[in-house]
């Protein structure tokens, strides 16, 4: 009568059991993502998590953002979380590690909360493969025999009868290379458990750590075992496969119920991936109980033509359950941006540059521009720690962003020296650029102020990038005086004339000859600006004004203002020169010159100049004055008194003058410039000028005469 009810009683009991099983199962996996570390979100961007791999088996990964408030934007992937599950993912084509180049992976792993070896899941395993199933790769587990042994990873042992290592390692990840995380030991080598995945750990009594390629042969050893058939006198052999565990570390307690550090550092030079377990805590504190291991992998072994392999997780559970969790820390590639700053005189609107300068109380902007370079995912969540110049006060900050819209931030205090700041956005590829704009004013001060560089970093948990903005001197506020002394100046033409004057500021201690610049306007036309000397007395300037730039009269004008290396300058100031016009007179004549010797042959000739004859005409009474040039001549005679049959003639163009000692006008000229030199020769011919003709009755012998120049004023 009782027995159906107790069977009933029976029944309902196993249900309510799965039911808190569930319970329990859910409550793990809320309690370990509220204690889990800070880490990367976005995590569908970077991995694949197939439906069901190329077994067929269904994926029991997923993806969950963690709810501890210490990790705000963190997201992490529960690979297995129950009984006879296989579960992982695996790194899309943009994310996968390329061999020929350093790399390093961070992540956080949560291995389960049993450390015994019978009644914790199995474990899961890091894993690099170059399958060709790729992001559907897994051991080729059925669902009717999940094998928790494999971590999803390894050779599926579920024939009794295999012997050939080939086949056996064909049902694992192909081309690969793998860091188990075991928390179950399978070491099972009894006749009756033959080939049911149950042996890999034969000889290891404890949670432990080891690597190994699951697609090769040589990673496996087939076992035999005898027993007596059911009738007692055949024997039978079964087989089964162990594993064996390259850089074996046991006596570990894994699945601790705590979060552990993992660090996978690949070196491409050298082909060696080193890792480092349990490091520190999710604190940043060391644990004090970590351990880094370096391995050289045959890369040959990925089958990979151009040194790119996927990289992520598998895990798999089989009677017992297992809740197995990851968190990307960091990994390569993810995102790059370029920083850089620029700072700008808004009063004079110019970049400001290391080594330049800002007048005091002009106006200065700092823009920090971030700019999308390309990766994967978005650059979100982005901390700027801005270091402040000093002796700017600024007054607004803002974030300008790619679409145009705009964040307004709180403008630094005058007292700050950094300031922090979180843009609302991301940058990406879709929105590639963030400004950060900050205005401010350069304080009044009193002495020159170099700002010093300072340094801007922006950072979040993926990426960090710094810049560095100018060094340049603010300057003192400080308009200088200059004033001409001795105005107005008056000199003679073609002489150089010296201004004369003094420069100066208030609180002018820093201020010295050679910093000061001046700047000279002559009758209206800019002159080369001079530096002044600190040879001379401090203050005092003397200022050269050749005479060659100024004309004969009392307009002459000369405009000075100065200005020093900080850009202050001073009012024009103005002087008059008066120029005394010159004289008219020879600048150069011979004081003999001779004719060229005639030959006589009873005719009439006429004779040019020898090259000994120089006239030139030197005019300073300025420009436009006028003159004319007369020349008189005697009798030519021999030392005896015997005259020359002969006249010195004048010939031009037009016409033949005979000169006596009444005088011809030969030349008449205006002057071009208020200090004219004319050349009275320059145009002269051998058959024009002043010549020499000689009569048929001329006689032989050596004659001088005189010929006399005359200047004259003319009108102008």
Known sequence: MWKGPKQILVALTALMGLWAGTAQIQAADEATLATAPSGLNQLDKLFTLPAAFSSGISNSANIGNVTNASSPNTQAVQVINGKKQVGGFWSNDANRLDLNKDATFKMWVYLGTSTSTSKAGDGMAFVLQNDPNGTAASAQVSSSSIIG??????????????????????????????????????TSTSYSNAGKGDSFDDGIKKQHIATGYPGLASQYENQSVRSLDVTG????????????????VTNMSLGDSKWHHLVMDWHAATKTMTYTYNDINPDGSATGSGFTQSEVLDTSQFNSSDGLVRWGFMGATGSNSGNNMVVIESAPNLVDVQAAVKVTDKTKNREIKTGGQLKAQHKVQY??????????????????????PQHITFDSAKVTYADGSEQTLTAPTSSDTKVDYTLDKAVSASQPTATITLNGTAENVVVNEQTTATTATFKNKVFETTTE???YMITVDQPLYLKIRNSPYTVANGEDVIIRGIVAAEDSEQLTNGQVTLHPTLNGKEMPTVQMSDDDEQGYFYYKVKAEDLHVGDDNEIELWASDRYENVSPVDKAQIIVTAGEL??????????????????????????????????????????????????????????????????????QTTTLNSAGTVIDSHTATSDNDDYDVLADWTNKSGILYQSNAGATPGSYTGDITWTLTDAPK
């Open 469 to 471: 903005a100018p060094d």
């Open 233 to 248: 006198i055949i024997w039978s052999t079964r087989y089964y496969f162990t594993q064996k565990h390259t850089n074996l």
């Open 367 to 388: 823009d920090y521009q971030l700019t999308y370079q390309g990766g994967q995912i978005d650059w979100d969540n982005i901390m700027a720690e801005l270091n402040l």
């Open 585 to 654: 007179g020879f600048k150069t004549v011979a004081k003999s010159s001779t004719f060229k010797t005639i030959t006589l042959d009873g005719s009439a000739q006429t004779t040019d100049r020898e090259d000994d004859w120089q006239l030139v005409v030197r005019d300073s009474r300025g420009k436009g004055s006028s003159w004319q040039l007369q020349a008189s001549a005697t009798n030519f005679k021999t030392t005896g008194g015997q005259n020359l049959a002969g006249d010195v003639i004048f010939r031009d163009s037009e």
């Open 149 to 186: 042994e494999t971590l999803g990873v390894w050779g599926v042992d579920t024939d009794n009868k295999l012997k050939d290592g080939e086949e056996f390692a064909k049902t694992a990840i192909q081309n690969s290379w793998a860091l188990e995380f075991d928390t179950y030991t399978n």
